[in-house]
T-cell receptor, first 110, second 115 residues
């Protein structure tokens, strides 16, 4: 079962613009994580936000979490062509394993 | 040089054959995971293990089997009972502390094609 659903499914922007992608989930969570996947590769962890946190920053990344709406957003500021990848949210529902969403494919045009 | 290795990168098998995918980590992580990814899709959890000699079924365990005899190794066998085995298989590991989950470290994946 896919707990998280990302929106949009695909996003194309110009270099220098900001990219925002959203994740909605269905059940209560302990934490929510965002991962990045370059085509045909393994995933790389970007950021983890706990259920009692509302916002977290890491470099050009900003993540928000709204547990009342069961949603999270990932903002990438000043995007670069190298940011082109698929981005996935993953939730910890307390079973000691993550459940991944379907991903947002981001294309940054140089 | 720490990390997770998966081998081989590409694997081709005939229908009806069992095949075992290798996953090794030297990160000293207790937890290990296997996921399946189909084209344009997210990851689906096959099996996971929090400790040696123990593992749990994920969301799509049917047709797969695992073992966890060593902390460093978590091989996945795709059996002939798996109806649609062609996919990209990803292994991951993570530290464990209490009952929470932590960031997962992924291997480069194995692309399995069954014809």
């Amino acid at each position: 079962s896919q707990q998280g659903e990302e929106d949009p499914q695909a996003l194309s922007i110009q270099e220098g613009e900001n990219a925002t992608m959203n994740c909605s989930y269905k059940t209560s969570i302990n934490n929510l994580q965002w991962y990045r996947q370059n085509s045909g590769r393994g995933l790389v962890h970007l950021i983890l936000i706990r259920s009692n946190e509302r916002e977290k920053h890491s470099g050009r990344l900003r993540v928000t979490l709204d547990t009342s709406k069961k949603s999270s957003s990932l903002l990438i500021t000043a995007s670069r062509a190298a940011d082109t990848a698929s981005y996935f949210c993953a939730t910890d529902m307390g079973r000691r394993a993550l459940t991944f969403g379907s991903g947002t494919r981001l294309q940054v045009q140089p | 040089d720490g990390g997770i290795t998966q081998s081989p990168k590409y694997l081709f098998r005939k229908e009806g054959q069992n095949v075992t995918l290798s996953c090794e980590q030297n990160l000293n992580h207790d937890a290990m995971y296997w996921y399946r990814q189909d084209p344009g899709q997210g990851l689906r959890l096959i099996y996971y293990s929090q400790i040696v000699n123990d593992f749990q079924k994920g969301d799509i365990a049917e047709g797969y089997s695992v073992s966890r005899e060593k902390k460093e190794s978590f091989p996945l066998t795709v059996t002939s009972a798996q109806k649609n085995p062609t996919a990209f298989y990803l292994c991951a590991s993570s530290p464990t502390e209490g009952t929470g989950t932590y960031e997962q470290y992924f291997g480069p994946g194995t692309r399995l094609t069954v014809t």
